[in-house]
């Protein structure tokens, strides 16, 4: 089993490539009928923690480290953009 510390990483570096994938547009919205905003976001949301992607995260894992510290300070960016800087009118998400 994963340490908690490791699962936390994992998720950060998912959303990470996520938002790199989807700004680059190179990632679809997926297929769903939610009829308010909230619902659409949440939805993103989940599919974002369920994503597996162990090849990269193997990848990064190896980097030196100043390009490690660079990338840590880069995700925590990205992470407080997605969880605290939610658009006026929408809920935040909980898991």
């Known amino acids: ?4 510390a490791r699962i936390e ?3 950060k570096l998912h959303i ?3 938002c790199i994938k989807k700004f680059n547009g190179f990632v679809k919205k997926p297929e769903h009928h939610c009829k308010k905003q909230d619902q659409t976001y949440q939805h993103h949301m989940e599919i974002i ?3 597996r992607v162990r090849i990269t995260y193997d ?3 190896r980097l030196k480290s100043a390009c490690s510290r660079f ?3 880069f995700l925590e960016i990205v992470i407080f953009k997605i969880f605290y ?3 006026t009118g929408q809920k935040k998400v909980r898991f």
């Open 1 to 4: 089993m994963y340490t908690k």
């Open 16 to 18: 990470f490539l996520y």
């Open 49 to 51: 923690r369920i994503k």
């Open 59 to 61: 990848t990064i894992s």
């Open 71 to 73: 990338l840590n300070v």
């Open 85 to 87: 800087l939610i658009p």
């Open 9 to 11: 990483r994992k998720n």
